[in-house]
């Protein structure tokens, strides 16, 4: 609506405004400080580079109002029903990738009305999925006819319930749109390499039967010990204890009985 702009004689917070406006049918006047218009449009220039180096084709769900539009970003839209979210990218006919968009308004409605949870799980579905909002978290606790705490403990739920599915607060309209653009850009190169990894590893050798690692030193000490040989603190271990060993294991045919003593035939265990 209308504004009154203010410049006061002072060298800090020295402008404001009067907006005039109608809300709920009813005239209203705010009054906001430069730091308040500040935070509700933030002084950003987006860039213009192409998502994960390629362009885009989005597909826009047939039944979106008023959708994006995507002029400022490198991409083409195309309109048709989607079996989940708003906007989505697809590969080969499969699509890999979906993004709802809502504002908080809308988001309140969904979650109040038990929709969310159907909602999110038709996103996980997808696979690469996300719910992205056009406002700040902080508008979450500015509600004016739900309790904020309601939709705080809704969205710890949902992130608990469908963590593959984040819902991500864009703070406005075109920073929304933007971060849209760039995940559904980095789905569509990651799926391509997902495919292109799993077709290099069916082009690879079957792999061998790994071979059994020989015991170590320490192994057949330890061993020697348990067993009542006597070996040294340190240092190397005498032929006759790897041996004694080695028949143990089963790596030899011994031939004959074994005293696990002094690995000498005659005493001791049998090796069978």
Known sequence: GASVDLVLARSRENRSQFVFT???GRDVIFWQTARTT???RPNVSL????????ELEILVDSHERYPWTFSH?????????LPAGDYAVE??????????RKSLADLVTTMTTGKLRYLLA?????????VVVEDRYSAVFKAAHVRPSTVADGLGEAAARFPSVPIVFAETRPLAQEWTFRFLGAAAVHHQEDRLGGLLEATL???????????TTADVRRWARENGLPVPERGRLAPDVWRVYRLAMGDEDGGGRLDLRDGTPGRGVTNR
């Open 73 to 81: 970003q490198q991409a083409s839209t195309m309109r048709r029903p």
């Open 91 to 100: 590969v080969d006919g499969l699509i890999v990738a979906a993004v709802e």
């Open 122 to 130: 038709d996103l996980a579905a997808v696979g690469t999925a996300a």
């Open 47 to 54: 860039p213009t580079a192409r998502a994960a180096a390629q």
């Open 38 to 40: 500040r935070q509700a």
């Open 22 to 24: 109608r809300a709920r």
């Open 205 to 215: 050798p079957a792999a061998g039967v790994v071979p059994v690692a020989a015991p």
